[in-house]
């Protein structure tokens, strides 16, 4: 009875954990890509008026947020949005007992350029 109490309150603190690390991971998604839509295509914007993304510095500048954030991932980006996606292994505490070391986990935020007044 205690093993099991043992590993029930262990997934619990590593669950809550892993949670709290996935939200951590999300966050820095939005932030690269809110970074990443910040790269206007500004001749077309110039010349048509149209707000579109330059798709190549929208990637690299969501890229170099997560490059200096220290964060694993990856950066998409078209001239309507930028996706990214976060990796994450949370190591576990308690879990280490019955061989779970770890716990993957990843995040995805997508942005959209936009203008206000």
């Given at each position: 009875?205690?093993?099991?109490l043992?590993?029930?309150?262990?997934a619990?603190?590593?669950?809550?954990?892993a949670?709290?690390a996935?939200?951590?991971?999300?966050d820095?998604?939005?932030?690269?890509?809110?970074?990443?839509?910040?790269?206007?295509?500004?001749a077309?914007?110039?010349?048509?008026?149209?707000l579109?993304l330059?798709?190549?510095?929208?990637?690299?500048?969501?890229?170099?947020f997560?490059?200096?954030?220290?964060?694993?991932?990856?950066?998409?980006a078209?001239?309507?949005?930028?996706t990214?996606?976060v990796?994450?292994s949370?190591?576990?505490?308690?879990?280490?007992?019955?061989?779970?070391?770890?716990?993957?986990?990843?995040?995805?935020a997508t942005?959209?350029p936009e203008?206000?007044?």
């Amino acid at each position: 009875m205690v093993v099991v109490l043992a590993l029930l309150a262990g997934a619990v603190l590593d669950g809550g954990n892993a949670m709290a690390a996935r939200v951590q991971a999300l966050d820095v998604a939005q932030q690269a890509a809110r970074a990443g839509a910040n790269q206007l295509d500004l001749a077309v914007l110039r010349t048509q008026g149209l707000l579109r993304l330059d798709p190549v510095a929208a990637r690299a500048a969501a890229a170099a947020f997560l490059a200096d954030a220290n964060v694993s991932g990856t950066a998409t980006a078209t001239t309507e949005q930028v996706t990214v996606t976060v990796t994450r292994s949370h190591p576990t505490l308690i879990l280490q007992a019955i061989g779970v070391d770890a716990i993957a986990l990843s995040a995805t935020a997508t942005a959209v350029p936009e203008t206000g007044p």
